[in-house]
């Protein structure tokens, strides 16, 4: 049971890093107020109502054609860890360290099966007379 737990958190550890370093594009074509295509990865599809491009003559080659166009494209870029650093950001020091072991020591006893006995002492059991000492030593009190 606890290696099948370990095999879980790090198959998650490892998929978490992976994703945290992804980084992906989401395009998105809006005609007018109305979303016509979502795309991730690519680009997305138009829907046929975008403005021609017009070419620009060779003696207006500084002046810039606008024309109104209904459409519009949102590209959002989701970007990932450049780095990543296997440092620690913080040292415990002594103190810190003291509480964390005791406290998951003592938490860990708390959850932990209790068995029958577990005192290292026992309760004195009453000696076995096997012979008469006074008879054995023929002492007797008068």
């Known amino acids: 049971m606890y290696k099948r737990f370990q095999q879980i958190i790090s198959v998650s550890m490892a998929l978490l890093v992976l ?5 992906f594009s989401v395009e998105k074509h809006y ?14 599809k138009k829907c046929g109502m975008e ?11 500084n002046t810039v054609l606008m024309s109104n166009s209904c459409c519009k494209d949102v590209v959002d870029l989701v970007e990932g860890q450049d780095e990543l650093s296997l440092e620690k950001t913080k040292v415990l020091d002594t103190d810190q360290k003291i509480f964390l072991l005791s406290f998951a020591y003592v938490f860990g006893e708390l959850y932990a099966p209790k068995t029958e006995n577990t005192s290292l002492f026992k309760p004195p ?14 002492v007797f009190l008068i």
């Not at 994703?19 to 980084?23: G, V």
């Not at 403005?51 to 080659?61: E, F, I, K, V, Y």
């Open 125 to 138: 059991s009453r000696l076995k007379v096997v012979k008469d000492i006074h008879l054995l030593h023929e």
């Open 51 to 61: 403005a021609s491009d017009q070419g620009l003559n060779d003696t207006d080659q």
């Open 19 to 23: 994703f945290s370093t992804l980084s």
């Open 31 to 44: 005609c007018g107020e109305h979303l016509v295509d979502v795309a991730i990865f690519s680009d997305a």
